[in-house]
């Protein structure tokens, strides 16, 4: 059964290459949240855009492709 579930959310599902940008840009992100000299407006758009970044990069469903298949 599993099998089945699994190739049904394929087409969903990122691939390595964009997990890997994912990562770099959520922790990109991350780090300027917390290290550049910013108003506390923008590290909490940072740490926002980081977080959803880095959590999509983890489960490794792909956003984009959810809402052109939608």
Not at 16 to 45: C, D, H, M, N
Not at 57 to 70: F, L, R
Request: hydrophobic share 50%; no cysteine; proline share 4%.
């Amino acid at each position: 059964m599993t099998d089945v579930l699994n190739e049904m959310t394929k087409p969903l599902r990122m691939s390595e290459t964009e997990q890997k940008v994912r990562y770099g840009l959520g922790s990109a992100a991350a780090a300027a949240a917390i290290f550049a000299p910013l108003s506390y407006k923008w590290k909490g758009v940072l740490a926002a855009m980081a977080a959803e970044v880095l959590l999509t990069a983890i489960y490794g469903d792909s956003p984009v492709k959810h809402m052109m298949n939608a």
